[in-house]
């Protein structure tokens, strides 16, 4: 009978017709156990299949499923190779056993990108180019708004991808939304900006951040059809929006409510800050176009890398009104001297040269068979409850039975490795007529863990 040393693998305990499967799951339950490590190589599919005595096909299959699941993926020149180390999934303590809390095992809090997905190899191949032909002065201090190749990069794919209307002297290279945010709320709170209306929900981190910076956030109820605009004080002129994609709730902003905010600050010379955080990831409706298109003089719009490429990367961008730049590059000159030269150049080749819109693409692939998979989960394990905001972007909101105490379900959750976010953490004002809920992030884990870790979630609530 064949087998193969490699994880002790005998090709007589496969079923004759499943045998693709067998390996696959072989392979995933070698990394769950941390005999398969990030960073180890795969043997070569064809002598894997030699050394097993099936066609070079099953392996690939294998493989291929492995790469599926965001554990592994392929090197121009370097095989298949193991990209995240598993984890056990978390089982409930023993009756006999003290509680006590382990170590997160399936993190889904929402806006935990996929990072096993990062494109190495076309970042490797871009980074290389982009040193090969960069000058020294491309390694001095250079212009606070960004390097001119990336801005220039940025405006024609922002005006191609979002309609966002820009030249390049009008973008902002920023280390994250975050940074871009933290900009902002600087200069309007050196201008006597005192109050912004929020979206409510809307991100925590976001509001807390805002309030850092002295200003207080008022609240604007949020429903199907996104912010309900009518319900903004007349007296605040600053709203911050998550317009294409809200958090959490993941509803769109109606065309009536559009036109309404941009009848509104046409009149009131207001300023909208558009965080389009996640508007690349979409799945089953047409893509929507920021709202700056509409307003470039009344809206400042933000986006990053952070939900696409990887958080660490810390690259984003900032298109503000005109009347705001010069004040923002004086603050971003204050605050750091501006942004790492090389891997604007290298972001700035990926956009030019196609390889970042193919990556979205393979992303997108990944995060909509996730996606599908945690709205499966939730119908099977949790019928009574309610899934909205699955059109697009990396999380669903989970409405759950009134009644129920998310908080103390996210707590529970916890205790079993299970990380979720209660949609009460990201609430400003709590009503009693308002369902509780729970916010998933699905992009970092792949279906048969999420699958898992809703499992968790529904025994939580019972």
Known sequence: ???????????????????????????????????????????????????????????????????EQGLAEGRAGGGTVVVASGVTAPQPPRAAEPRRRPAAALDLSP???????????????????????????????????????????????????????VEPEGVLVVAGVA????????????SGVAEVAVEDPGSKGAR?????????????????????????????????????????????LAPERRRALLERLTATDGLVVEDDYDAEHRYDRPPVAALQAAAPEHVAHTGSTSKTLAPGMRLGW???????????????????????????????RLLEDGGYDLHLRRVRRRQRLRRDAVVEAVRRHLPAAEVTGVAAGLHVLVLVPHGVDDVAVAQRAAAVGVIVHPLSRHRLAHAASERPGLVLGYAAHPPDRLETAVRAIAAAIR
């Open 208 to 252: 807390d951040q805002l309030e850092s910076w002295g200003m207080r956030a008022v609240g604007v109820p949020v429903d199907a059809e996104g912010a309900q605009v009518a319900a903004i004080p007349e007296r605040v002129t600053t709203i911050m929006l998550t317009p294409a994609h809200q958090f959490p709730t993941g509803v769109v």
């Open 1 to 67: 009978m064949s087998g193969s040393d490699f994880l002790v693998l005998d090709i007589g305990t496969a079923p004759a017709r499943g045998r693709t499967a067998w390996l696959a799951t072989a392979l995933r339950e070698a990394v769950d156990d941390g005999r398969l490590r990030a960073g180890d190589r795969l043997p070569a599919s064809r002598v894997l299949a030699a050394d097993l005595g099936v066609s070079r096909g099953v392996v690939v299959a294998a493989y291929e499923r492995l790469t």
């Open 111 to 165: 806006g935990v990108p996929d990072l096993s997905a990062f494109p190495r190899t076309a970042w490797l191949r871009a980074e290389r180019a982009v040193l090969s032909e960069m000058g020294a002065t491309d390694l001095g201090y250079g212009d606070m708004r960004g390097h001119v190749a990336l801005r220039t990069a940025l405006a024609g794919w922002l005006a191609r991808t979002r309609g966002v209307h």
């Open 318 to 348: 900032l298109v503000p009104p005109r009347r705001y730049l010069d004040d923002l590059v004086q603050a971003r000159h204050d605050a750091d001297l501006g942004s790492p030269a090389l891997p604007q150049l290298v972001l700035a």
């Open 179 to 190: 940074q871009a945010l933290a900009l902002l709320w600087r200069v309007l709170g050196a």
